[in-house]
């Protein structure tokens, strides 16, 4: 996720509660004690990295958290992720395929938008062709949703859908719980005017400062209860500053170093999503030194892993074993974990004739803990006699300067479907391959995989794969950092879960004590 942190300054946030008329202090309803009793009634202002003029109303352009969180608020799509990225009902209350999984069969929920009209299999098939709109090329799954052929899907009754797909895919309902994947009213044409089936009605909206929504009554999965939302955008100082000064009750995506502090000063509650989230270097397998298997494998066997833990993420996390995805569904547990072997890389470096040469990693302040990482990385590597010089880029664009700047940088990615990780970012036409991993024999291996309706033989297929990966691809993931939510000792309900999945960011299933 990309995250802007010019939207609000310090001082901003108390000019931001006066331009929202409610008050700078805390005070959300209830008592101050915990209660593990719900409780209805009260105000929450949920605090998220901004974007500024970029955040958007319109569900079906979104990459930023606070947008996610928005819009999750006030609308729903057909299908979310679980706590394992397995895929589970919402709005679809279950589905099946014909077989092949070309052409699949949705049945809905009876549920209700804002306007008092149901939910109906029209409702469906307008806003999976509103996604698909070659005239907005700006709506973020377009590519994920590219296999549906829609002049072929339709509505079997108010309550079925038929969606066919233009090649057999057994992951497809995964990719309908995809980033940008909500359902809107059939005809949903002014996205400033917000009608979906979520817990909460638009009120209003500022860009690079706040929404305001109200309890939704009917809401199908039964009604919140707090009264009152604010989601409001903040940079990362003033979402601790706001949190821990009661102008806030919940600040997203927190830094290890203050999850220690405010733990140490007991102002706030830390809720940890363990090891959801993957920090990696990443090495263009295309590009010298790494176009060479030993080198990589000489640097992966060069990481002190549990060193970069316990100072890059201050101890909030787990060793990673260069692959995306430990604890979820299809990632292979019985590889054994890799450990430090400098001897075997120094063997493995001199072969390649590296030692006593210098390598550039290029790094940037693009995401918490990137520098400091490749400065120890630096260190690490030269016990076995080559120099790594850490060159800084762009924060604001280094994710994008990434795919073409560096044999070596910092990568890192949230939680999300193995599968989908592999198509974004480990396939020759993937959009974000930053190690240049381009394999057509992987390529069709992950078609074929894809294809499979055998749950157990995908995951097979699929083990095989990560095994390559493991053994000769570009990423060194070194660590699965915890994913840090801060909240007020008051708000109770909010759910260690990793983000991106159902669970997270539920504000209408937590209240105030």
């Given at each position: 996720?990309?995250?802007?942190?010019?939207?609000?300054?310090?001082?901003?946030?108390?000019?931001l509660?006066?331009?929202?008329?409610?008050?700078?202090?805390?005070?959300?309803?209830?008592?101050?004690s915990?209660?593990?009793?719900?409780?209805?009634?009260?105000?929450?202002r949920?605090?998220?990295?901004g974007?500024?003029?970029k955040?958007?109303?319109d569900?079906h352009?979104?990459?930023?958290?606070?947008?996610?969180?928005?819009?999750?608020?006030?609308?729903?799509?057909?299908?979310?992720?679980?706590?394992?990225?397995?895929?589970?009902?919402?709005?679809?209350?279950?589905?099946?395929?014909?077989?092949?999984?070309?052409?699949?069969?949705?049945?809905?929920?009876?549920?209700?938008?804002?306007?008092?009209?149901?939910?109906?299999?029209?409702?469906?098939l307008?806003?999976?062709?509103?996604?698909?709109?070659?005239?907005?090329?700006?709506r973020?799954?377009?590519?994920?949703?590219?296999?549906?052929?829609?002049?072929?899907?339709?509505?079997?009754?108010?309550?079925?859908?038929?969606l066919?797909?233009?090649?057999?895919?057994?992951?497809?309902?995964?990719?309908?719980?995809?980033?940008?994947?909500?359902?809107?009213?059939?005809?949903?044409k002014?996205?400033?005017?917000?009608?979906g089936?979520?817990?909460?009605?638009?009120?209003?909206?500022?860009?690079g400062?706040?929404?305001?929504?109200?309890?939704?009554?009917?809401?199908?999965?039964?009604t919140?209860?707090?009264?009152?939302?604010?989601v409001?955008?903040?940079?990362?100082?003033?979402?601790?500053?706001?949190?821990?000064?009661?102008?806030?009750?919940?600040?997203?995506?927190?830094?290890?170093?203050?999850?220690?502090?405010?733990?140490?000063?007991?102002?706030?509650?830390i809720?940890?999503?363990?090891a959801?989230?993957?920090?990696?270097?990443?090495?263009?397998?295309?590009?010298?030194?790494?176009?060479?298997?030993?080198?990589?494998?000489?640097?992966?066997?060069?990481?002190?892993?549990?060193?970069?833990?316990?100072v890059v993420?201050?101890?909030?996390?787990?060793?990673?074993?260069?692959?995306?995805?430990?604890?979820?569904?299809?990632?292979?547990?019985?590889?054994?974990?890799?450990?430090?072997?400098?001897?075997?890389?120094?063997?493995?470096?001199?072969?390649?004739?590296?030692?006593?040469?210098?390598?550039?990693?290029?790094?940037?302040d693009?995401?918490?803990?990137?520098?400091?990482?490749?400065?120890?990385?630096s260190?690490?590597?030269?016990?076995?006699?080559?120099?790594?010089?850490?060159?800084?880029?762009?924060?604001?664009?280094?994710?994008k300067?990434?795919?073409?700047k560096?044999?070596?940088?910092n990568?890192?990615?949230?939680?999300?479907p193995?599968?989908?990780y592999?198509?974004?970012?480990?396939?020759?036409?993937?959009?974000?391959?930053?190690?240049?991993?381009?394999?057509?024999?992987?390529?069709?291996?992950f078609?074929?995989?894809?294809?499979?309706?055998d749950?157990?033989?995908?995951?097979?297929?699929?083990?095989?794969l990560?095994?390559?990966?493991?053994?000769?691809?570009?990423?060194?993931a070194?660590?699965?950092?915890?994913?840090?939510?801060?909240?007020?000792?008051?708000?109770?309900?909010?759910e260690?879960?990793?983000?991106?999945?159902?669970?997270?960011?539920?504000?209408?299933?937590?209240?105030?004590?």
């Open positions: 996720m990309v995250r802007v942190s010019n939207a609000l300054n310090r001082r901003g946030f108390l000019g509660a006066g331009a929202l008329g409610v008050a700078a202090l805390s005070g959300c309803g209830g008592g101050s915990a209660s593990s009793q719900p409780k209805a009634g009260g105000r929450l949920a605090v998220y990295a974007g500024g003029a955040e958007v109303l569900p352009v979104q990459s930023l958290f606070v947008d996610i969180a928005r819009h999750k608020a006030m609308y729903e799509k057909l299908v979310e992720l679980g706590p394992d990225l397995k895929p589970v009902p919402r709005l679809a209350e279950k589905w099946e395929h014909d077989g092949k999984a070309l052409t699949w069969r949705f049945s809905l929920r009876d549920a209700t938008f804002h306007d008092g009209s149901k939910l109906t299999a029209e409702d469906v307008y806003s999976l062709a509103r996604i698909a709109d070659p005239a907005v090329p700006d973020v799954a377009q590519s994920s949703l590219a296999t549906l052929d829609l002049r072929r899907c339709k509505a079997v009754d108010p309550r079925t859908v038929e066919v797909l233009a090649a057999p895919n057994a992951e497809f309902p995964a990719l309908l719980a995809g980033i940008g994947t909500q359902i809107v009213r059939d005809g949903f002014d996205p400033t005017k917000p009608v089936t979520g817990a909460f009605k638009f009120v209003s909206f500022e860009a400062r706040s929404m305001v929504a109200s309890r939704y009554d009917d809401y199908w999965d039964g919140a209860k707090i009264e009152e939302l604010h409001l955008s903040a940079d990362a100082e003033a979402r601790a500053n706001a949190v821990q000064g009661g102008q806030a009750e919940y600040a997203n995506d927190m830094t290890a170093t203050f999850a220690r502090t405010a733990e140490a000063g007991k102002s706030v509650r809720v940890a999503a363990k959801s989230t993957m920090q990696a270097f990443v090495m263009k397998v295309d590009q010298a030194p790494f176009d060479n298997p030993d080198v990589r494998l000489a640097f992966k066997l060069l990481a002190d892993r549990q060193r970069l833990v316990d993420l201050a101890g909030r996390g787990t060793v990673g074993n260069d692959l995306f995805g430990k604890g979820f569904q299809y990632y292979p547990d019985q590889l054994p974990q890799r450990e430090r072997d400098v001897d075997e890389a120094k063997a493995l470096l001199k072969k390649a004739g590296l030692v006593n040469k210098e390598i550039e990693i290029f790094t940037a693009a995401s918490a803990g990137f520098v400091e990482a490749a400065t120890l990385f260190e690490q590597v030269a016990e076995a006699g080559v120099r790594l010089k850490v060159t800084t880029g762009s924060p604001q664009t280094y994710a300067d990434l795919l073409t560096g044999a070596i940088g990568h890192r990615s949230g939680a999300m193995i599968p989908q592999v198509t974004d970012r480990l396939l020759s036409k993937s959009p974000f391959n930053v190690t240049h991993w381009r394999k057509p024999a992987f390529d069709a291996a078609a074929a995989a894809q294809v499979q309706t749950e157990t033989a995908r995951a097979a297929s699929y083990g095989e990560q095994r390559t990966l493991h053994d000769d691809g570009g990423i060194l070194w660590g699965l950092p915890d994913y840090l939510v801060a909240v007020s000792p008051k708000v109770q309900g909010v260690a879960v990793p983000p991106n999945t159902v669970d997270f960011g539920r504000f209408d299933k937590v209240w105030l004590a």
